[in-house]
Nanobody, 120 residues
Framework: QVQLVESGGGLVQAGGSLRLSCAAS????????MGWYRQAPGKQRELVAR???????NYADSVKGRFTISRDNAKNTVYLEMNSLKPEDTGVYYC??????????????WGQGTQVTVSS
């Protein structure tokens, strides 16, 4: 009923930049908070940043000042601008969104993940 499709991952050198996008589609009635999580090899998935429908954002301490989350409500899309990337930013980045559909109550949905690799 709902799909989250991420794009924009890849391989970049330390100090470089990447921009991730995640578009939600399907029988969407409304979207509340959208966010990005990441999972490094051998580690638990962790919150990177999230943003409310009104545009209020919060970030993990490790990315403050380097990453910026934004969203386009008309396109049901959330973005993550990542600058000054470090090797420790390497991992699979997952999009997450709390979505109410036309046939179901609000619940979280996840994208399939996109790999970000930062070389030193």
């Amino acid at each position: 009923q709902v799909q989250l499709v991420e794009s924009g991952g890849g391989l970049v050198q330390a100090g470089g930049s990447l921009r991730l996008s995640c578009a939600a589609s399907g029988l969407i009635f409304s979207i509340n908070t959208m966010g990005w999580y990441r999972q490094a090899p051998g580690k638990q998935r962790e919150l990177v940043a999230r943003i409310t429908s009104g545009g209020s954002a919060n970030y993990a301490d490790s990315v403050k000042g380097r990453f910026t989350i934004s969203r386009d409500n008309a396109k049901n899309t959330v973005y993550l601008e990542m600058n000054s990337l470090k090797p420790e930013d390497t991992g699979v980045y997952y999009c997450n969104a709390d979505i109410r559909t036309l046939v179901a109550a609000i619940r979280p949905y996840w994208g399939q993940g996109t790999q970000v690799t930062v070389s030193s």
